[in-house]
Nanobody
Framework: QVQLVESGGGLVQPGESLRLSCAVSGFIFSPYVIGWYRQAPGKERELVAMIASRGTTDYGASVKGRFTISRDNAKNTGYLQMNSLKPEDTAVYYC?????????WGQGTQVTVSS
């Protein structure tokens, strides 16, 4: 059974950092692209970052230079390091993997940036 579980969210002040994790189980994820998305209240879900199997990355314009996506294939886990957080980064953050013609999502983890 494929399962994605995000963790690491929380409440932080502007300028602080958080590191999110996405633990994947049910298959070996090393050949597949991992994505991080976020959805703020009243807004559409948007791409934050993605990383391919060999480490090629892509970022949404609003997080470039502040967020870093990575993966540990030995642990079947993806990460999102978020630095210099802003109030507009407040959202539920989701990870996903497209595996065998199905797009799998985690349940999401809340990130709140507020003073």
């Amino acid at each position: 059974q494929v399962q994605l579980v995000e963790s690491g969210g929380g409440l932080v002040q502007p300028g602080e950092s958080l590191r999110l994790s996405c633990a994947v189980s049910g298959f070996i994820f090393s050949p597949y692209v991992i994505g991080w998305y976020r959805q703020a209240p009243g807004k559409e879900r948007e791409l934050v970052a993605m990383i391919a199997s060999r480490g090629t990355t892509d970022y949404g314009a609003s997080v470039k230079g502040r967020f870093t996506i990575s993966r540990d294939n030995a642990k079947n886990t993806g990460y999102l390091q978020m630095n210099s957080l802003k109030p507009e980064d407040t959202a539920v953050y989701y990870c996903n993997v497209f595996y065998e013609e199905t797009l799998y999502w985690g349940q999401g983890t809340q990130v709140t940036v507020s003073s």
